[in-house]
């Protein structure tokens, strides 16, 4: 009879196989071979699914666009301005804050409220000279919508029509998790 503490312990760990080098080689060249063709399927992708832009960056396309279509400029019926504010950053301390937590920034306002399908100005102002910040639109399922560059010193802004009501996230990946807000899509105006 066997004894049953024994039963509980985990099996013995497989042996280990040797590779010769050749077959450790062919190996190799198989894996770099899977990842490049990983690299070109993913990139036709990514090339397909947004505009005609260099590096990660884009705009909503595809079943994004369904959420929330975005345009560089157009007529809008309303706008807002969203400023970069640093709160601690090297330049100005404080220096105990940076040390520990980093350079720590924010986006004001951090909240703002929309009508569903009502084309909206925002403009982003990025108020530091040294410091490149980011903009991801996050859905409601979590998957980023929209990603694109604030560069030092500048204002950037796009027409945002939303198509959903609810709430959508947006942040800098950069600094986070500070630097984060929230644009609540409403109801069509006077329904």
């Not at 450790?24 to 490049?36: H, P, V």
């Not at 079943?63 to 345009?71: T, Y």
């Not at 108020?127 to 903009?135: I, K, N, R, S, T």
């Amino acid at each position: 009879m066997k004894d049953p503490a024994i039963a509980l312990l985990p099996a013995p760990p497989p042996k280990m196989t040797l590779f010769s080098v050749p077959e450790f080689r062919r190996a190799i060249r198989r894996l770099m071979l899977a990842l490049l063709l990983c690299a070109i399927v993913g990139a036709s992708s990514a090339t397909a699914a947004t505009t005609a832009r260099t590096g990660p960056f884009f705009l909503p396309s595809g079943a994004a666009a369904q959420v929330v279509s975005v345009v560089p400029t157009g007529a809008a019926e309303a706008g807002i301005t969203v400023v970069t504010e640093a709160v601690a950053v090297k330049e100005k301390g404080p220096a105990a804050t940076v040390r520990k937590f980093g350079e720590v920034y924010t986006f004001s306002p951090t909240f703002i409220a929309v009508h569903r399908d009502e084309p909206t100005q925002i403009e982003f102002w990025n108020l530091q000279p040294d410091d490149e910040h980011d903009f991801a639109l996050i859905g409601p399922d979590l998957k980023v919508l929209m990603y694109e560059k604030l560069p030092p010193l500048t204002r950037t802004s796009w027409v945002f029509t939303f198509h959903r009501v609810g709430l959508i996230e947006f942040k800098c990946l950069r600094h986070q998790p500070e630097m984060s807000g929230q644009i609540l899509v409403l109801p069509p105006a006077g329904s």
